[in-house]
């Protein structure tokens, strides 16, 4: 029984070139995906150490405790993660006034 030229399918060459090129294209999307979801995680923290950040400083204000000059190191708890806060107070041209920069780090995990 011969093959009629309009009935032929693909050569294995064809084939296994179609493959490569979409095993390439798929490695390109999985690198991509990775990166996005390595991004989102990263944004995930900075957003909450931002937040953790603020809370602090509400709490200074609020409770009108603000530090002498010089470092003070305390902890909090957001999100159901542990994060560790560095307050330096730093003198200004102005005298009644200090500069306040707030750290925040999520704190290492222990295993």
């Known amino acids: 029984m011969p093959i009629r030229p309009e009935s032929r399918g693909f050569t294995l060459l064809e084939v296994l070139v ?3 090129i979409f095993a390439v294209a798929a490695l390109g999307l999985l690198t991509a ?3 996005q979801i390595r991004t989102d995680q990263h944004l995930d ?3 909450m150490a931002h937040w953790v950040a603020l809370n602090h400083l509400a709490d200074l204000r609020l409770n009108r405790a603000f530090p002498d000059l010089g470092e003070v190191r305390s902890e909090a708890k957001m999100a159901g993660r542990d994060w560790q806060i560095v307050t330096r107070a730093q003198p200004t041209p102005t005298g009644n ?3 306040l920069v707030i750290g925040v780090a999520e704190k290492p995990r222990e295993f």
């Open 45 to 47: 923290t900075k957003t």
């Open 97 to 99: 006034v200090h500069l």
């Open 33 to 35: 995906q990775h990166n």
């Open 18 to 20: 179609a493959t490569a």
